[in-house]
Structure formats: structure tokens, C-alpha cells
């Protein structure tokens, strides 16, 4: 790691630090306090000189980060979920432009691509069923062009049989991760209730499932145990989905990591934050291209920055946290509200009242509330710029991931008084068929 991005990288836990059980809105040298600490790390790090080149070369990670490809490929038995697990990824019901389609026979016989609607640089593969007599690991991985995914997602609805554990083995061979996934978790539990109704317990039905998946994989894999998560595609937040994802999260490169994490759908308050965090860990990287490179002065301030980079990136959120108007479309749909309602708890300006002018307008008022005008001239202005714009971009994401939150919420609450009531997570994932 450079100098540089070893000083920058560490701004989240400083700004963090600072803010930690302190309210800005009544502590006014809060702001005053994180600008001086973020300049001087700035300094720090380029007080003798180098920030162009830096900025040249963090604009290239950067554009990296946006052209980092993840092909993430699925496979099972016919009738197992794949499809519906690919649309539940991507946040899709089957009805949905461009869902996986989702059938009880057979609907893949050759690896069908699902292009991420928002990332379409990330990819789901939903691989032919390995359900066969005559299945062979080794024709079939030659058949679907195994060294074009990333990682294999193998889906089974009951107990994983030989064709599993065959292709798995083989997988691991060929020095790729693999992962089992025990899908429809959720209609298991409800046949259990309904079975045993006076002594059933969720926790203890789900433990056993997996200790008996353990215990069966034990016995085929000799030194690398693929982890087994029971999930839901109906309901992402539950059972051991949120587990999968830190599991992805490890393995994962970093770049495919970071894309991976973004386009998931927002699931839970916990994921919302870990996608927060995510993002926070690059804004130093925005920040600094924005005073380096195509920097254009901002009227009556001393400094300059580059608008346009700065309203993409303002945008780029509002798309990862589905605070798009697209998104809200849909969610509102879904939930069965008029989109008004999901809008109306949003705390941020909508995503159509990002413009160029209200960067601006941002940056000199937060450039005004930190900087007397007699210490901004004091400074370098490059150092005040990056200030100025890292500020804004964490506190923008701060809100909108709350943002988030609060339009999640309004959506699961109940439809109307007197009805039914019924979760737009109901409607948000599809059923497993």
C-alpha cells in the first residue's frame, strides 16, 4: 500500500471516532474538529508534493473498481431453487424484466446469463440440473466452461446426493471455491409446525439440519469441508444468508468483494450498514481525484473540485441504497402504498434534486460553516477541497443509508387498518417453486 493510501484509508475511523456519542447539531466545533483532523492527515500525506500523481493513480483503482467483472455461477437438481435463489439475489420476483424463469421442470439446458440490472458487470449464471443418472463432474464443468465463474453456488432442496458432493469434489480439484446451499428452509420449518405443533422449535429444527449436513460432508471430504448455509429465497434476512455473505465477503478478492456487496438488495438494517461501510472505506479515493484531476473553481471560494465526478457519485448511492426512482417504483408496488408514502419518510433530497448546482450549493455552505474565510485563504486549497468533499459524501451517505432504513420499514408495515396484515418482504422475494 502506498504512503498516501495508508494515511487516507484510516479517515472512516477517525471521522467516525469523532463523531462516536457526539451530536453535530449541538456540538458546533464537532465539524471545525473532524475538517482540521482530515487536513492534516491530507497534508500528511501530501504536504511535500505528489498529489497529482496520487490522484492519477487512485483514479485508475477507481475505474477498476467499476469495470471488476464477478460471474457468480448456480447449479442443482432440477426444481431445487436455482432460479429463484438468482432472483433473489438481484432483488427480482420471477414476473420481473429479466427474472430467472422458475418452473418445477426443467428450464435450463444450456448456462443461462442473468446480467445484473444495475451492475451489469456482475453476472449470475444459472447452470443446467446435475439431476441425471449418467452425470458425469468433470464433462459437465467442460460443458458450462468452468474457469468463467468465480465461485459455484450448489443448490439442493433436500438432502445433497452423490451428484453433489461429485461435482463439489471436483470443483475443489480444480482449485475454485464452492458453497451448498439448503434452499426452501422456510416451507421445512412450516411442515415441522404443522407436524408438531406442541413441541416445535425453529432453532432447534434448523441446528439439526445442519449438524446432519455436517456430518454427511464429513464423510465425502477429506480436508476442505465446503460450509452448507440454509437459507430462504423468500426471506433473505432470515436463517444463514446473512451468514453466506461474510462468508463471500473473506473469500472474495477485494474488488469482487466490494461488487458483490453492491449489488445485493437491501435485505436488513444490518446489511445496510455493512454496505455503508463498504462504501465509506473508497471516499477518500473520490475525494482525492476530485481535487486532483478536472478540478474546476468553485464560485467565490478559493478552492476547486470536480462537480461532475462528485454528482455521479452522489447518484451511484441513491442507486445502491434503491433510493432511485425506479427502485421506490417498484418497492411501493410491491408494498401495495403509493410511492408518495415510502418518499415521504426520506430525510435526503430525491435523487431527481441532484444536480450539479445543489453540489456546489453544498460545498460552499459546508465550506462557509468550517472555514472562517480568513483561514480557508491560509490553507492549501487542494487539502480544503478534499476536506470539504469527503465531508460531504460521508455525511450524504449517512443519511441516505438511514434513508434506507426508514423506507424499508414504511414498507413492511401493514397495507391499511382492518386488513390483513401482509410485508412487502412477502412480495419483495420470490416463492421458491
Known sequence: MNSYAGKLSSLPEIFQGILK?????????????????IYERFMEAFGDGGMKEAASEVKKELEEMENTELDIAITGETGSGKSS??????GKKAEDVGAAAVGVTET???PNVYT?????KVKFWDLPGIGSPDFSPDSYLKKVDFPRYDFFIIVGSERFRSNH????????????????????????????????PNTFNAEEVLEKMRNDFKKQLRKCFRNTIPQVFL?????????????????LEKDLPSLKRLAFLLSLPMFSPEFTEKKKSALKSHLWKISLVSAGINAIPIPDLPLACDTALLLGSLVAFYKMFELDDDSLARLARLAGKPVEELK???????MIEITIDLVIKKITNYTKEFFPPSLVRSLVAAGVSFVITYWMLSRFLDNLAEDADRVRKKALEPRAPGRAPRQ????????VK
Do not use: G, W
Not at 21 to 37: C, G, L, Q, W, Y
Not at 85 to 90: F, S, Y
Open 108 to 110: 435450463t439446458v444450456d
Open 344 to 350: 415521504a419518510v426520506m430525510k435526503s433530497p430525491q
Open 165 to 196: 458432493i461429485d461435482l463439489a469434489q471436483a470443483i475443489q480439484k480444480m482449485e475454485k471455491k464452492c458453497y451448498f446451499v439448503r434452499s426452501k428452509v422456510d416451507s421445512d420449518l412450516s411442515n415441522m409446525e404443522r407436524s408438531y
Open 85 to 90: 435463489l438468482i432472483n433473489a439475489l438481484q
Open 116 to 120: 445484473h440490472s444495475k451492475y451489469p
Open 424 to 431: 412487502a418482504q412477502d412480495l419483495m422475494q420470490p416463492k
Open 231 to 247: 437459507i430462504s429465497s423468500f426471506d433473505l434476512d432470515k436463517y444463514d444468508f446473512p451468514r453466506l455473505v461474510e462468508t
Open 21 to 37: 456519542n457526539i451530536d453535530v447539531n449541538f456540538d458546533p466545533k464537532t465539524p471545525f474538529n473532524i475538517a482540521i483532523k
